[in-house]
């Protein structure tokens, strides 16, 4: 789709789309499930096999909801057959002369799953990743200062496509180090930037430490994704006053597309693209469809992809679902709260159950400590019990780190339902990164990781 379909004035880049009707829109996914499910079957033999032992077929699929019938697809899965079928395995349905790029996931915590991009996947993963921007201000003309990273994590170039599309000029720095992110903020004066939420804030740290104030930068607004934060309201703040910009939430993963759902100017929950995908909310342990407004993990299906498209594929990421048209006017589904965190991130301490994002909400609240932290989980040999640990850069005078201490161990107590343990360490004593930062260090004596 090119920009013509919206002028510079539109709320919308592609109305008819973005507020069909809840009756429109899930006959049209239902459409585009039957074809996906059908092309699966005929063109895959890993989808087949899922499909033949699951003891389900294509003809299954009546309405939206006959999907909860059909087999989840886990990352494990794709592993395994790539592992078996090297080097793509057989989940690929379009024919290789169609393939134009591959992007595999970030390989974090295991093999990275090679996900293939047809040439029709790359128009639409460019046409709804420009949608997003569209949603949330950008216009043709303006500067995009694109940090997010050109590597492995591939939403630094869904959103340089996105970028050209909507007639930006943009500027493909990706995670390059922060020294020079301030220099072409300083003298290219781009209007947007992207980048994951630990790195802008790091961003405005340095800026900070280096005497910019943010009504110098030409910053007005930014996108922040790849790890849960920027729907964190005192994490949102300090970006927004670190950088002197409105912030937005984005969200996206490799196997699926790596910019599908985002804030638009309401900053109300992300947006999803549900013409090209069909989103359902499911109970961790009994993978059954949660009540709306329900956390859960997301599984999601493509209804669009060409080359290796998902049918139930389970994100291992949690959050609510919300049907209801939002305020913009736009009737997509939104996930207000963001990601609220990963299933297999979920920390259990005493019997409490949090996740890093309600840490941070805690700690990016309380002004005495700097953008940085860590959780770290140990044992205590004795008892053979965990201690939980969250461990922050302090900013306060020696005489008040006691009282400190003690208040900030109340905060936490107060978002967790428990009370970690809390070290303070001088300011830049942890890590700074460009990426997605790892919150979590699980020193325990019987962990394997």
Known sequence: MSTDLATPDSQFYHEEIETLSRKKLEELQLERLRWQVNRCYDGSQFHRDKMDDAGVNPADIRSIEDILQFPITTKQELRDEQAAHPPVGRYSVAPTSHWREVHPSTGTTGAPVYNLWAEEDIGNITDWTARTKWSFGVRPGHVIHNAFSYGLWVAGLAS???ARQLGCFCVPIGATPVERQIEYILNLKPDMILATPSFALYIAEVLSS?????????LKFGCFGGEPGAAVGSTRTRIEKGLGISAFDYYGLAEIGPTIASE???QRGIHWAEDHLLVEVLDEETQMPVEEGTPGVFVISHLTKRATPMIRYWTNDIGILDNSTCRCGRTHARSPGGIIGRADDMIVYRGAKFYPAQVEKALRSFPQVTDEFRIRMTTDSGKG??????????LGENHSEASDLARLRQELGNELQVKPYVEFVPPNSLERTVFKAKRLQDDRENHDG
Do not use: L, M, R
């Open 210 to 218: 280096e005497g910019i104030d943010p009504d110098e930068i030409s």
């Open 160 to 162: 340089h496509y996105a």
């Open 264 to 266: 638009c100017g309401e």
């Open 385 to 394: 019990t965990d201690i939980c640990t969250v461990v922050a850069e302090y």
